[in-house]
T-cell receptor, first 112, second 111 residues
Framework: KAGVTQTPRYLIKTRGQQVTLSCSPI?????VSWYQQTPGQGLQFLFE???????NKGNFPGRFSGRQFSNSRSEMNVSTLELGDSALYLC???????????FGPGTRLTVL | GESVGLHLPTLSVQEGDNSIINCAYS??????FIWYKQESGKGPQFIID?????DKRQGQRVTVLLNKTVKHLSLQIAATQPGDSAVYFC??????????FGAGTRLAVHP
């Protein structure tokens, strides 16, 4: 069974640009969560989607948004990039609530 | 590889020794806790979990202890191996699949 895949793996953008990251969950998983990982703040929850609905959102500005498609694939978008948005963005999928979450390898975003 | 955390506390152990990694959690109402292992360049990998109605749970070479009185979790790794070198995170679940992660501890295993 294929694991969680994230594309692209590495991305370099400049301040002010926007970026879209993609996550394909494990087949059959309907819940997708996104996390930001930085050396200073650690792992922080961004949002969670289940059956195309956002059920939970972390404490991030509105520049961070996401969506989930009918096939459970998810994208997150960051607009007006800032230097502080440089981070590893991780996606995790699970069968549903109270189920084990499986993480992808992440997308390393660098904002110059 | 990519750096997970530049200033994480580090636990250094000799190969074959037992390791104990500690974690404090914040929400006394949390009912589910997980330990993850993260190797350089990879996403976190599930190690073991425990529900709040338990004090102890054992897996293969790992044991998690939960002390709800002081909101403390520990992960014990028996006979630590070089392959155990990684950053370890505890996490508590809050709401729909939202995990709140601890700061992490780097485990360095020396031959």
């Amino acid at each position: 069974k294929a694991g969680v895949t994230q594309t692209p793996r590495y991305l370099i953008k400049t301040r002010g640009q926007q970026v879209t990251l993609s996550c394909s969950p494990i087949s059959g998983h309907r819940s997708v969560s996104w996390y930001q990982q930085t050396p200073g703040q650690g792992l922080q929850f961004l949002f969670e989607y289940f059956s195309e609905t956002q059920r939970n959102k972390g404490n991030f500005p509105g520049r961070f948004s996401g969506r989930q498609f009918s096939n459970s694939r998810s994208e997150m978008n960051v607009s007006t990039l800032e230097l502080g948005d440089s981070a590893l963005y991780l996606c995790a999928s699970s069968l549903g609530e109270h189920a084990e979450q499986f993480f992808g390898p992440g997308t390393r975003l660098t904002v110059l | 590889g990519e750096s997970v955390g530049l200033h994480l506390p580090t636990l250094s152990v000799q190969e074959g020794d037992n390791s104990i990694i500690n974690c404090a959690y914040s929400n006394s109402a949390s009912d589910y806790f997980i330990w993850y292992k993260q190797e350089s360049g990879k996403g976190p990998q599930f190690i073991i979990d425990i529900r709040s109605n338990m004090d102890k749970r054992q897996g293969q070479r790992v044991t998690v202890l939960l002390n709800k009185t002081v909101k403390h979790l520990s992960l014990q790794i028996a006979a630590t191996q070089p392959g155990d070198s990684a950053v370890y995170f505890c996490a508590e679940r809050s709401g729909y699949n939202k995990l709140i992660f601890g700061a992490g501890t780097r485990l360095a295993v020396h031959p």
